[in-house]
């Protein structure tokens, strides 16, 4: 299904209401789980658990598009999420966060698939890199508006009364999925959109997916990367609370800024990537992710992890334009929509594995020795990349807009 630019600009608002709920709780989820009552280890075994499931999840949700069709499958991720935010308001015992961040996990699984394939879908080949660094930029928007947001309502209202308000975010962005004019034709539509994928077996994508080298390489840097991403989004408020006394305000200006950077340097690194190709800028995100983390280890001054935040959304950011930019190159378009599940399930997986390495980490060792070991697993993922990716060089000459 080709996709306009007006509604490619549509699906950019739907993504960026979808990425400012989910990240404008990131802060004070671990703080609204304390308070109720969870310890650091429950906090890990909570987020562990729900990364877990939302992993196994991942990949039959990346095959229902093809079944069921793309819209459906973004209308649903939109529901899934008004219901999650609100039933967020109403917990006041620790056993139903492990459902609802289950829930909560599943949104994107639902919802990124369908989303990134349209998106891609709207670029040639010598655009990919732009048209992905520009939807990316309104998911980067979401991450450095939605904090600022949430850090700013705790100063007023109860951690209930966010979750609350935040549920009119993805209302908007079901409104905007509705004017999509390709999605707003016949049913018909989306039934050859079914039969298109029906006949294809399910186990000979898998194949073709996974005889490509640079995709078993791209699953092994995402976990690389998702660990230490988990590690600081289930330990640093809690840390930053109890052992540095920050307020939530302030721990929100710092995700906030992580978001900002994060926002900030996708559609430059698009532009980058089809200039100058995949495989520097991603070996650059780790590379500053990497200071990132080891900057956290030797401070505890606001204004330097600020800093450091910054730095490691820059990286976060540069990362994700490339990474997929190589799995388009990488895989048959047929296979986009599982490959891009598979991967997305590998991120899931790395942050199951950190949540729980954070929780039992938290429990014996200093955070400065928790940050350190962070760094030192995305050297690895740097080292993956500079070894074994092969990317593909950019064409030279003029580039089709």
Request: glycine content about 8%; hydrophobic content about 55%; aromatic content about 12%.
């Amino acid at each position: 299904m080709k996709v306009g630019n007006r509604d490619l600009y549509l699906l950019m608002i739907t993504s960026f209401t979808v990425s400012l709920g989910i990240n404008a709780v990131e802060p004070i989820q671990p703080l609204f789980m304390v308070d109720v009552g969870a310890t650091e280890l429950e906090l890990g075994l909570i987020f562990a658990v729900s990364s877990l499931l939302g992993m196994a999840s991942r990949i039959p949700l990346g095959i229902l598009p093809n079944r069921i069709g793309r819209r459906i499958m973004i209308t649903i991720a939109s529901f899934t999420h008004i219901a999650s935010l609100i039933f967020f308001s109403f917990v006041n015992d620790v056993v139903w966060f492990y459902p609802l961040m289950v829930l909560h996990t599943m949104i994107w699984g639902i919802f990124g698939p369908s989303a990134i394939s349209l998106a891609s879908d709207t670029a040639s080949p010598e655009r990919i890199g732009t048209i992905l660094g520009l939807y990316y930029t309104s998911i980067g928007l979401g991450q450095f508006i939605g904090p600022l947001f949430c850090g700013i309502l705790t100063e007023y209202v109860t951690y209930q009364a966010i979750f609350i308000g935040l549920s009119i975010f993805p209302v908007l962005g079901l409104i905007a999925t509705m004017r999509w004019k390709s999605m707003g034709r016949s049913e018909k539509m989306f039934d050859n959109e079914r039969v298109s994928g029906a006949g294809e077996r399910i186990v000979d994508s898998f194949k073709r997916i996974l005889r490509s080298r640079n995709m078993i390489c791209l699953c092994l840097s995402r976990i690389a990367f998702s660990i230490p991403v988990a590690i600081f989004g289930t330990l640093f408020s809690v840390w930053a609370k109890t052992e540095l006394l920050f307020t939530p305000l302030l721990i929100s200006i710092i995700f906030s800024a992580r978001g900002a950077a994060n926002s900030l340097i996708r559609m430059p690194t698009g532009s980058i990537v089809d200039k100058i190709g995949t495989k520097k800028p991603i070996l650059l995100a780790f590379s500053l992710a990497f200071t990132a983390f080891f900057i956290f280890s030797v401070t505890s001054d606001f204004l330097v992890i600020l800093i450091a935040v910054l730095i490691y959304g820059l990286g976060w950011g540069m990362r994700i334009v490339p990474d997929t930019t190589i799995l388009t190159e990488s895989v048959e378009s047929r296979d986009r929509g599982l490959a891009l599940a598979i991967l997305m399930s590998m991120f899931a997986l790395g942050r199951s594995v950190g949540s729980l390495v954070a929780g039992v980490a938290y429990t014996l060792f200093p955070m400065y020795i928790i940050f350190q070991m962070s760094a030192g697993i995305l050297f690895l993922g740097f080292i993956i990349i500079a070894v074994a990716i092969k990317a593909k060089e950019p064409k030279l000459g003029p580039s089709i807009g």
